[in-house]
């Protein structure tokens, strides 16, 4: 490949290119509503229509359960949000109660590679597992 | 001499001279060198092990002693590249500066953990009465462990054996012993739900052919390593390196388990 | 524009590492081929050595190598001693080189202290070579032996050093002797003490280790050693000890587990290690034991003061003398002259403007181990050696302590404040201090507070304690006037790599201090790349720029200021590529969050990281400047730094049991500009435990004939979790016009004022029972005889 003194493109993606997920599907239509309430920061209806009661969200970073906590995680993320853009999803596959992907997004340390999975009961999450894998590793 | 025993899940038979130190068999013999030595005559700490889940100093102990015990060091209490509640509160709380003493702290600790769900102040900084440290004046560490029991709930939360843990080694198991019948029969319950980028199996029939199809692809199936693993109330989330015939993969996992049985997973690889 | 990053408590990045037991310390490096190498120490504190044999020891099993000094001969030199007291006349051991001396790593006739090495040992294993040791026969002549600076300097006392007449390293002073004594005798009140600071053992957890391996095709050593200085022990074990090429040592310092002082000086085991790599051409390790790092590795304190101060009836104070008694120890350590005299000496006026004061300081060798810095040296025997006598005196005149500290305190209009003595004191509110530090404690309700604890049995104290701290040392050219045989400058080299990366390169060397994360803070700030991305390397004398070390609070406002000054360069050059490439003047440039734009323009902007990248591929950059982003800076300091504090400590005395229980502590601190507030506590804690320890437990004790018998943990009490108060903190800021960052040091202030403010908390525990003063550690069996002299 060759690269252009100016062309910074392998380090800085441009940041326009967030490709939309056609909505399609049921799990398609929730997960689009599920990014719309967290890009409107409207975290309690997040929470009471998308949130089981007794839900839980496992990270490596996080583990938080039930409602109270889920209302307080969100308030926190919103600082997060500021820095965390999705550039792409790459990978879709739902089931009758479950759907996961893989996006790539950027984020204040560089581009991310993020994957989330989600089981459902009654039309609302009961377990949400999420994790992300830096593009570049850092190794200190 | 020869002595048999298990450190950090792994079984040893070591031929020991009888005047060698635990502490020495531990650092020298096995390269745990986590395990700290700071003075030699049992008062600083930085040496603490659990044996048998205990805490002891493993400078006052012989290596022989050791014989037939199960001996967990630093080195086991997370999967390397992890760190516990009570470890991530010890980042968190600048409890280390120095960081000679936190290996023997954080074991010193473990133990107290274990034995007593909510510790008052007074009783952790007597607890502490084993481990010295220079640097920080412990105030932080105390904080550590204030934090550690609000973040994880529970203290089985900094305990290594859990029983999701050890329904995972179980599973890991079964699936590198490339037993499929034991893997899906006695760690997925019937309708479980295995999601995946490829497709989405549903019931044990299924389960069997999906990995009956894998392992016959990815045959020489070892973990290489660990490098995440998380358990939450019923769930686990799990990174690990993959190594096998068709090479090295990064691959994540997440299970739901219910009365014993996987009723929900996901997986994918990097 | 507020700090993003700079400021703010973010969790350190070297943590995980320690937490997980996976950060190497020199104990934990295994090397292929590696041997071990103990040495044999000798049991005497004073004696002739006269024949060391052993054939039996060579004959053991799995030796593969002994020796004895006379094996050294020639072959090595003496250990230098590169700080000594400046201005006057002094007298060392011998060095070829024409400069101070420290003794030959292993003795041949004449040992001097209970830990003076007489032979070492290499074996397969480390038990093997311990197994040999005990199989050495040493045939000693005892000779008296003397362990007090004062015994040491009287008429026919036992003479150390042949090069070193009556024992007396050297008589120093400062400040004016004659108008201080004037003012004495003219004064209204004058208080006096005796005091003895006494001698403290600085206890890291880590013992101290050296790991040596020689190439024999290439000629080259590799060092790896628990040490603090890495570039300066290079140098002196190039140049002084072992007379090789400066490129044929790299110093690798692993982490290290804390020194708060000891582990900055060049010990007999570093050239042995190495001495014995090149002999067998194998990887050679050393590692201490607890109870060899006590009776070999330096210790600290140690001043027998007699102090007197005056005064008029309405408390101000008109004069200050000290005369001191330093025990060096057997040998000057690496610094430990210089320690012994003026950071003490100048310090004594602390934050209180006093016309007249003086200070004389006798530096003796003695039969003890050799003596060097502990966290707060020379300014914590200052505090509270003045400390305890401003309560003397408020107590004599009637006034409360507090108002006698506000009506002498330095003011903050005063400053910069010559204190007389050697110091110009830079910055600070010494009032404010004292009078947040009062608020917190309820000055006001205190005494109703000490009534109910009378009514229970017990007695409540007070103690308060304001303090200066002079710090970062230093300006070069000041501390060749202290005497120092070096430079005292830091450096840092900042790169930014074309992936966005940024790595720094510092001649400073952490143990504790979180050099990883606080430097990446400034960094971060300044050229708006985030922490993760930034690496700070250190502690490799290759690959790193010569610095000083970490030591005396300098490696903040010392490597700091080296690291934000390198930032300017870089972004002066940054700045310059910017502009060409979106044509513009660099006068018309801003550059904001990581981003160069042009003046007006927002939109007209180009990242660091695409100027990163620009100057890296260098296609298309303007004229006369170079290719890629790195710089380097070199940072001497104009002065020294002053951080300062006020302290309160209340205790609780059972008089019954004469057992003293700290109920609260409060510390207010001026540390100037602070970089990362969580670890800036976590310093002030582990600095007054320090204090706190030698307030309450902590004691070096050596017999009449130089034994130690303190040697072990189980016979020196270090301070435990257990009755320990939570810290009651508060930060004042007053930033030092001495360094772009305005920050001062900190690591050590936590104890400068932490043994006054305790010592003054007991003492007005006691008043009732007319005791006047008692000397540290501050023990249940001191305070019962204080309060019953005449027994139970």
């Not at chain 1, 479950?98 to 996006?103: G, I, Q």
Request: proline share 6%.
């Amino acid at each position: 490949m060759i690269v252009s003194p100016g062309a910074v493109v392998p380090l800085t993606p441009d940041p326009n290119t967030h490709i939309k997920i056609a909505v399609d599907t049921p799990m398609k239509r929730f997960y689009e509503e599920h990014v719309t309430l967290l890009d409107r920061r409207d975290f309690e209806t997040l929470v009471r229509t998308h949130y089981h009661e007794d839900a839980r969200i496992v990270s490596t970073e996080y583990l938080v359960n039930g409602h109270a906590e889920l209302f307080k995680h969100f308030a926190k993320y919103t600082g997060l949000m500021d820095y965390l853009k999705v550039v792409s999803t790459d990978k879709w596959i739902e089931s009758e109660a479950t759907f996961a992907f893989e996006a790539t997004a950027r984020t204040q340390w560089g581009l991310t590679r993020v994957h989330d999975a989600f089981w459902l009961r009654d039309g609302r999450i009961i377990r949400h597992f999420t994790g992300s894998i830096p593009l570049v590793r850092f190794v200190r | 001499m020869r002595v048999t025993f298990t450190v950090n899940h792994q079984s040893h038979t070591l031929d020991l001279e009888p005047r060698v130190l635990l502490v020495d068999v531990l650092r020298d013999h096995l390269h745990l060198t986590g395990v700290k030595i700071g003075c030699d005559t049992g008062q600083c700490g930085a040496c603490v092990v659990l044996m048998d889940g205990v805490s002891v100093k493993s400078c006052a102990l012989l290596g022989v002693q050791a014989d037939g015990s199960s001996i967990t060091t630093i080195e086991g209490v997370s999967e390397k590249g992890t760190m516990n509640p009570l470890q991530t509160a010890f980042q968190a709380a600048h409890a280390v500066q120095c960081g000679f003493c936190t290996p023997g702290m954080i074991m010193s600790l473990t133990d107290l953990l274990a034995r007593s769900a909510q510790p008052s102040e007074a009783e952790i900084r007597a607890w502490l009465a084993g481990n010295l440290c220079r640097c920080t004046g412990y105030e932080n560490v105390v904080r550590a462990v204030n934090a550690a029991l609000q973040v994880a709930g529970s203290p089985a939360h900094l305990v290594t054996e859990t029983p999701l843990r050890k329904f995972y080694d179980s599973h890991l198991r079964a699936m590198l012993a490339g037993d499929v019948d034991a893997l899906v029969d006695a760690h997925y319950s019937a309708d479980a739900v295995l999601t995946t980028f490829e497709g989405v199996i549903s019931g044990r029939d299924a389960l069997k052919t999906y990995f009956r199809d894998y392992l016959s692809v990815h045959t020489d199936l070892v973990i290489a390593a660990t490098e995440r693993f998380v358990e939450f109330g019923d769930s686990i989330y799990t990174e690990t390196v993959v190594r096998s015939a068709r090479g090295v993969t990064h691959a994540y996992n997440a299970f739901v388990v219910q009365d014993g049985r996987v009723t929900h997973q996901f997986a994918g690889v990097k | 524009m507020a700090n993003k990053v700079f400021g703010k408590p973010i969790k350190r990045k070297e943590d995980p590492a320690f937490i997980q037991g996976a950060a190497p310390f020199v104990a934990d490096i295994h090397l292929p081929g590696m041997a071990h190498m103990e040495i044999l120490r000798s049991p005497h504190a004073h004696a002739r050595i006269r024949s060391i044999d052993t054939s039996e020891a060579a004959k053991m099993p799995g030796v593969l190598k002994v020796i004895t000094g006379h094996d050294l001969v020639g072959r090595m030199k003496p250990l230098p001693c590169v700080w000594i007291p400046g201005g006057v006349e002094s007298h060392f051991p011998l060095h070829p080189q024409d400069i101070p001396g420290a003794g030959m790593p292993l003795q041949t006739d004449h040992v001097r202290f209970i830990g003076d090495g007489v032979a070492a040992v290499v074996a397969e294993t480390r038990y093997q070579a311990m197994d040999a040791l005990r199989a050495i026969r040493v045939d000693y002549e005892v000779l008296p032996a003397v362990t007090t600076p004062e015994a040491a300097l009287a008429e026919n006392a036992p003479q150390l050093h042949d090069s070193v007449p009556g024992n007396l390293n050297a008589y120093w002073t400062c400040g004016d002797s004659a108008s201080t004594d004037a003012a004495i005798a003219d004064a209204e009140v004058v208080v006096e003490l005796d005091l003895l600071n006494q001698r403290t053992i600085n206890s890291p957890i880590e013992p101290r280790g050296a790991l040596a391996t020689f190439d024999p095709v290439t000629d080259e050593f590799v060092l790896y050693a628990s040490t603090q200085s890495p570039h300066n022990h290079r140098l002196i074990l190039c140049y002084y000890v072992l007379n090789i090429s400066l490129n044929k040592l790299r110093i690798i310092a692993p982490n290290v587990g804390g020194s708060f002082g000891t582990k900055g000086y060049v010990y007999p085991d570093m050239p042995l290690v190495l001495f014995m790599a090149r002999e067998l051409k194998r990887p050679i390790k050393w590692q201490d034991s607890r109870q060899g790092y006590m009776r070999s590795t330096v210790q600290g304190r140690d001043h027998k003061q007699r102090a007197v101060l005056a005064g008029t009836r309405d408390g101000k104070i008109t004069a200050l003398r000290c005369t001191s008694h330093a025990n060096l120890g057997a040998y000057p350590s690496t610094i430990g002259p210089g320690v012994a005299t003026a950071m003490m000496g100048r310090s004594i006026t602390g934050p209180y403007a006093i016309p007249a004061a003086f200070c004389e300081v006798y530096a003796a060798f003695t039969n003890t181990v050799p003596l060097g810095a502990q966290r707060g040296s020379g300014r914590s025997e200052a505090t509270f050696m003045t400390e305890r006598l401003v309560d003397l005196f408020a107590a004599e005149i009637g006034m409360d302590p507090a108002e006698v500290r506000r009506r002498n305190f330095v003011q903050p209009g005063d400053m910069p404040y010559d204190n007389g003595l050697g110091w110009l004191y830079d910055s600070g509110d010494y009032p404010e201090l004292l009078e947040r530090a009062l608020r917190q404690a309820g000055y006001a309700d205190l005494p109703a507070l000490k009534e109910e604890a009378k009514a229970r049995g017990r007695r409540l104290g007070v103690g308060l304690a304001s303090f200066v701290a002079v710090s970062g040392v230093g300006p070069s050219p000041r501390m060749a006037k202290e005497g120092m045989l070096g430079g005292t400058w830091e450096a840092a080299s900042i790169r930014c790599e074309p992936t966005g990366d940024v790595v720094a390169t510092i001649g400073s060397k952490p143990h504790g201090q979180s050099h990883d994360t606080v430097f990446a803070q400034i960094i971060s700030e300044r050229l708006g790349v985030a922490v993760d991305r930034i690496s700070i390397r250190h502690s490799d004398t290759m690959g790193t720029p010569f610095g000083q070390g970490s030591y005396g609070s300098r490696s903040f406002s010392m490597a700091g200021p080296a690291l934000y000054l390198t930032c300017d360069k870089i972004l002066q050059k940054a700045c310059l590529a910017a502009a060409h490439k979106l044509n513009a003047s660099p006068d018309e440039m801003v550059f904001e969050n990581g981003r160069f734009y042009v003046d007006g323009q927002m939109d007209r902007g180009i990242t660091l990281l695409e100027t990163t990248l620009a100057l890296w591929y260098a296609w298309d950059i303007p004229d006369g400047v170079e290719p890629c982003l790195e710089a380097t800076t070199f940072w001497d300091a104009p002065d020294f730094n002053y951080p300062s504090g006020a302290q309160i400590a209340l205790v609780e005395v059972d008089p019954e049991t004469g057992e003293v229980e700290l109920k609260r502590f409060i510390a207010v601190s001026d540390v100037g500009v602070i970089g990362n507030p969580m670890v800036m506590e976590g310093q002030l804690h582990g600095g007054i435990v320090h204090g706190l320890g030698q307030a309450l437990f902590e004691q070096a004790i050596y017999d009449d004939d130089g034994n130690l018998i303190s040697d072990t943990l189980e016979r020196y009490a270090l301070p435990k979790a257990a009755g320990l108060p939570h810290f009651e903190l508060d930060f004042v800021t007053s930033p030092t016009p001495h360094n772009p960052l305005g920050a001062k040091g900190a690591g050590e202030i936590g104890t400068v004022g932490a043994t006054a403010a305790v010592g003054n908390a007991l003492c007005d525990a006691l008043r009732e029972y007319g005791v006047r003063h008692i000397d540290m550690p501050f023990t249940p069996e001191k305070v019962w005889r204080a309060i019953h002299p005449h027994g139970g």
